[in-house]
């Protein structure tokens, strides 16, 4: 997901208990032996070449919109390459979403004060103008608490949101509340007030999770919005014409994720997960948001097997699809495979862009960090990667997170990222393959690390623990309205409902 949704909550917190190394106990030998299996892991990683998983998957199939046919289509490819990587049990999990949409097309021109064309892009899940119609532009203050007398001349107008300077997970909180007003009042459309970098055109969901909306949500680069802004507030009155068609289709429609493993040797029951998404927006094929994703965890499946080191613990690989709006696929496989959660080591997911991985934040479980760090230390290619505390929140990671495990979703080095995730812009060259070569290799060498070191790492955690792990995100996910447990009395954005 993007800047706005993937807002990350990095939180420093104090430095946990410095790392002491590990005497020459009969568990520091045994972990010698892991550590070299980790070696042996990274360097037949460094002799695969993710980037062909990368290249195949953009080429063949395009941008993988959950529920479309692409994404079928690039999931039927997965399974595929994990059975050539060697992984068993593959296999897909399915899980239901509401209704899937497409998007048709989109077509806008200013007509007053004078005729030019402008460029606009839906959100995902939102709605049509059911042909050309055309409307006075109305400007709101992204930061105003919406109330019915504030909507009360949104009658066949295009509302252009000011752009939002407030906090941004308030922003995304509000969203549908503005999309519903928007509805209620019978506007045209809304152009959206997020502000990103590149002056592209870019998608994503209504809030999150996200939702529906019947009234057009449009991005419009950052220069037109400017120019609208600046004709209404110097009383132009301008006026556009739009064209929008989108499609919600049939539901409720089935969706998978792609499943495989290697089966521990020592605790098959034990399960290190590695992760990605297979689904991206539809503007572009998505190639680091989150092609690179897929192709690291693929490639590291490959690395594992022709190493011939077998795991202490299950390593399980899941491509998970609904991520884009609002975690859906991974959702649903903690609900599907709550009864071993208990049993998960960690999930490490990979989704943050095209550069290499410079943090695992430890998203609430400091007890990850000596063996961790355990591991980077040992190897001078991965002794940079930081372990500190921190949350990635709105990637497959946090799902896990959110259960009371280490869903540790892996912090990269891309700068782009904001500018090209989601955008039309996220094709192949946007792909850095050093640094997918580079990811290919922490991947591969921490799951088997984590799935070999003597005492298992990684807890998880009761409620009570976990409420208190996540204090440092908690009032923003109240504010999302997904706080998993008993919600406090923060205020909510008001609705027309309310
Ligand atoms: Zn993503």
């Known amino acids: 997901m993007e800047c706005i949704m993937r807002l990350t909550l990095i939180l420093v917190g104090l430095?946990?208990?410095?790392?002491?190394?590990?005497?020459?106990?009969?568990?520091?030998?045994?972990?010698?032996?892991?550590?070299?299996?980790?070696?042996?892991?990274?360097?037949?990683?460094?002799?695969?070449?993710?980037?062909?998983?990368?290249?195949?998957?953009?080429?063949?199939?395009?941008?993988?919109?959950?529920?479309?046919?692409?994404?079928h289509q690039s999931a039927a490819w997965a399974?595929?390459?994990?059975?050539?990587?060697?992984?068993?049990?593959?296999?897909?999990?399915?899980?239901?979403?509401?209704?899937?949409?497409?998007?048709?097309?989109?077509?806008?021109?200013?007509?007053?004060?004078?005729?030019?064309?402008?460029?606009?892009?839906?959100?995902?899940?939102?709605?049509s103008t059911h042909g050309g119609v055309s409307g006075e532009v109305v400007l709101v203050d992204g930061n105003a608490t919406l109330t019915k007398e504030a909507v009360r001349?949104?009658?066949?107008?295009?509302?252009?949101?000011?752009?939002?300077?407030?906090?941004?997970?308030?922003?995304?909180?509000?969203?549908?509340v503005l999309a519903s007003w928007a509805e209620k009042a019978g506007a045209v459309a809304v152009i959206d007030g997020i502000t990103r970098p590149g002056g592209m055109l870019h998608t994503g969901p209504i809030g999150f999770p996200g939702r529906e909306s019947s009234v057009p949500i449009l991005d419009m680069p950052e220069m037109q919005r400017h120019q609208l802004e600046y004709l209404v507030k110097q009383g132009a009155?301008?006026?556009?014409?739009?064209?929008?068609?989108?499609?919600?289709?049939?539901?409720?429609?089935?969706?998978?994720?792609?499943?495989?493993?290697?089966?521990?040797?020592?605790?098959?029951?034990?399960?290190?997960?590695?992760?990605?998404?297979?689904?991206?927006?539809?503007?572009?094929?998505?190639?680091?948001?989150d092609g690179t994703g897929v192709a690291a965890v693929l490639a590291a499946a490959r690395a594992i097997h022709a190493s011939g080191v077998l795991p202490d613990r299950t390593i399980?690989?899941?491509?998970?699809?609904?991520?884009?709006?609002?975690?859906?696929?991974?959702?649903?496989?903690?609900?599907?495979?709550?009864?071993?959660?208990?049993?998960?080591?960690?999930?490490?997911?990979?989704?943050?862009?095209?550069?290499?991985?410079?943090?695992?934040?430890?998203?609430?479980?400091?007890?990850?960090?000596?063996?961790?760090?355990?591991?980077?230390?040992?190897?001078?290619?991965?002794?940079?990667?930081?372990?500190?505390?921190?949350?990635?929140?709105?990637?497959?990671?946090?799902?896990?997170?959110?259960?009371?495990?280490?869903?540790?979703?892996?912090?990269?080095?891309?700068?782009?990222?904001?500018?090209?995730?989601?955008?039309?812009?996220?094709s192949l060259g946007a792909v850095n393959a050093p640094a997918l070569q580079f990811n290919t290799r922490v991947l591969a060498s921490s799951a088997i690390w984590l799935a070999d070191v003597r005492q298992r790492p990684g807890s998880a955690f009761t409620q009570a623990e976990n409420e208190q792990a996540l204090l440092p995100v908690r009032s923003a996910l109240e504010m999302l309205g997904v706080w998993p447990y008993e919600r406090s009395s923060s205020p909510t954005p008001a609705s027309p409902t309310h």
């Open 79 to 127: 399974l595929d390459e994990m059975r050539r990587a060697g992984l068993s049990d593959v296999h897909t999990e399915t899980w239901t979403l509401h209704r899937g949409w497409k998007r048709l097309h989109a077509a806008a021109h200013l007509t007053k004060p004078y005729e030019t064309k402008l460029e606009v892009a839906s959100y995902g899940w939102s709605g």
């Open 15 to 71: 430095a946990f208990l410095a790392f002491v190394p590990e005497s020459l106990t009969a568990q520091g030998a045994l972990d010698a032996t892991a550590i070299q299996a980790a070696r042996a892991v990274a360097d037949a990683g460094d002799k695969v070449d993710p980037n062909q998983f990368v290249q195949t998957l953009i080429r063949r199939f395009g941008p993988r919109l959950t529920g479309s046919n692409s994404e």
């Open 316 to 426: 399980r690989f899941v491509l998970f699809t609904g991520e884009e709006q609002g975690l859906l696929g991974s959702q649903a496989y903690v609900e599907q495979h709550r009864a071993e959660l208990s049993n998960f080591v960690c999930a490490l997911v990979m989704d943050w862009g095209a550069g290499p991985i410079t943090r695992f934040p430890l998203a609430g479980h400091p007890e990850m960090e000596g063996p961790l760090k355990n591991l980077f230390q040992a190897d001078e290619a991965l002794k940079s990667i930081d372990t500190s505390s921190g949350f990635l929140t709105f990637t497959d990671g946090f799902a896990f997170t959110l259960a009371g495990l280490p869903g540790i979703g892996l912090l990269q080095d891309s700068p782009d990222y904001d500018r090209d995730a989601h955008s039309t812009e996220d």
């Open 153 to 176: 001349n949104w009658r066949g107008k295009i509302v252009l949101v000011a752009p939002i300077s407030k906090d941004g997970i308030r922003g995304v909180a509000d969203a549908p």
């Open 237 to 289: 009155q301008p006026r556009v014409s739009l064209d929008i068609a989108n499609r919600f289709t049939e539901g409720p429609i089935s969706a998978e994720n792609i499943v495989g493993e290697i089966v521990g040797a020592l605790h098959p029951e034990q399960v290190v997960l590695l992760g990605a998404h297979l689904d991206s927006w539809d503007l572009s094929p998505g190639a680091t948001d």
